[in-house]
């Protein structure tokens, strides 16, 4: 219900807007850079297939890298399903018929989200000056980088050193998906912003991304993540600017996910051991 009435809510604020959102200010260079943006979060899957596959050595199950993009790959397209959890389901399964151990399997799924979810908080300190203007960006910048790699390091020393590879890897992702969305929002209304305005853009939409991996039932945070970036971004950019960045960010992202599908699609079929 959460995800249907974020849904709801980007599509009347849509009719609301819509005399005043032009397609037609896209150009054959606007739409050969939406088309890259979406090659590089597609490419940037590769980061979430690699801290999985570290997480799945850390659990005891040895597997060749491209068993685990071929399966991760196969399995991602179902987080748009309603649910949100088909895509995890999905590894499952072909995982188990693969022969593998369904509770290691489960094990590392758990981690990975525990893990994304803390990555995801840290960003959240960055976004501190959406509420308190008058903190420093440079301060809680340092800060994000020196917890995130003070974090890193202490689990590769204390826990594992596949845990704390796996966790480089999803905070590696999460700013190349935030940057992907600036991208976006600086094609759809070009702003004359500065470079803290953009740092705080990028936290934003990486709460807004949080918000959308634990609302249960949300198919990959449609509806849920462009009700929190409307709201957190609101004033910082025209409202009808803003709401074309984020429907045109979500084509990027679904798109970026299906090149990746495609491309785990025709990659040939892979033995699991390594």
Not at 23 to 46: K, P, V
Not at 109 to 130: D, I
Request: positive net charge.
């Amino acid at each position: 219900m959460l995800g249907l009435s974020g849904v709801v809510f980007v599509v009347v604020q849509l009719n609301t807007y819509s005399d005043q959102i032009d397609l037609d200010r896209f150009n054959a260079t606007s739409w050969f850079f939406i088309t890259m943006l979406a090659i590089l979060y597609g490419t940037a899957n590769a980061l979430l297939v690699r801290a999985w596959w570290h997480l799945l050595d850390h659990f005891g199950i040895k597997v060749k890298s491209r068993w685990a993009t071929k399966t991760f790959g196969m399995a991602q397209l179902a987080k748009y399903v309603p649910g949100n959890i088909f895509h995890l389901a999905g590894r499952q399964a072909l995982g188990m018929a693969d022969g593998l151990p369904g509770l290691a399997l489960a094990k590392s799924v758990m981690w990975e989200l525990g893990l994304f979810a803390c990555a995801g908080a840290f960003f959240g300190g960055v976004a501190a000056t959406l509420i308190w203007a008058e903190l420093s960006w440079p301060i809680l910048l340092s800060a994000f980088l020196a917890i995130s790699l003070g974090s890193i390091a202490a689990l590769r020393r204390f826990w594992s050193p596949a845990i704390g590879t796996a966790f480089a890897c999803q905070i590696f992702f999460l700013t190349i998906s935030s940057a992907v969305f600036v991208g976006t929002l600086a094609i759809s209304a070009p702003l004359s912003v500065t470079f803290s305005a953009y740092v705080t853009i990028c936290a934003a939409y990486i709460i807004a991304w949080l918000a959308g991996l634990v609302t249960p039932g949300a198919p990959a945070g449609v509806g849920v993540r462009e009700l929190i970036l409307l709201f957190l971004l609101k004033g910082m950019v025209n409202e009808s600017d803003l709401l074309l960045a984020v429907v045109l960010g979500r084509f990027v992202t679904v798109l970026g996910d299906f090149l990746f599908f495609v491309y785990a699609y025709f990659s040939p079929k892979a033995s699991v051991s390594a």
